[in-house]
């Protein structure tokens, strides 16, 4: 698993590749957190070349999406592959996440 | 069987045998995926719970498939698992934790616990698998 962390005019990028398993997910969380820590307004997470995530991942983002929120942050995902969005909606944060398709969509929304 | 030490760096190995055994077995896509998430979950839990963390124990993986039943067995020597205990959250609440529980439970038509076994945890998985009409498939 790797993480890259960009700077978009204050825009915070995370981009993920590899599985986000109970291995890999504590590193996530720490980069999410420390982020959230700051006060980023926005945080973007890009996820299209996640190849599998397990609940431990799912619980990291609703950890971020609750931090997020306590200071009005967005928390927002894109390129979501079709195996990761079937567990986003089987666990129903398909209704509670900010998700798009592109980078490009996720900046204006 | 394959044996595992009891370190989530094992868990892409654990995943990688599931599928592969669905794949070489023709199994569903959509079944495979399950299997995956489902192994992986049951996994992760006896690190977390049955040893408590420590990465220094074995788990030891049985995958089996025939034509009727994608069946796999998760054993350890663990902390015994308090089968009661076990529920996940209401997924309508949404908060961190207690979803591996629901992605196990929809993967599998058997989740069970060998009550008999003395020392640690023996977890059955079973997917039924539905045998097509007229199937001649001589799948071991």
Redesign the interface.
Known sequence: MEIKIQDHEGVKIIALSG?I???TSPEVRKQLLRLIGQRVPIIMVDLTNVT?I???A???F??GL?GMMSYSGRLKFFGIPM?LM??FN????DK?FDMYGSMEDALEG | MITVPS???Y??FV?AATVMMGVQNKVDNTVI?HM??AV??AC?NV??HAYAGDPDNQIWVTLRVSPEAFEVIIEDSGLKADVASIKGRD??D???????V??IK?ACDVVEFDEKKKKGNRLRLVKYLKVKHGNKDTRP
Do not use: N, Q, W
């Not at chain 2, 949404?94 to 591996?100: F, V």
């Open positions: 599985d398993d109970m291995y599998y397990d609940s431990s799912i619980a990291t609703v950890e609750k195996k079937e567990i089987f666990s129903k944060l509670v | 370190h989530p760096k868990l892409s995943r995926e995956e998430h992986d979950e992760s690190i977390k997924l309508d949404i908060r961190p934790g207690g979803l591996g629901h992605l929809r």
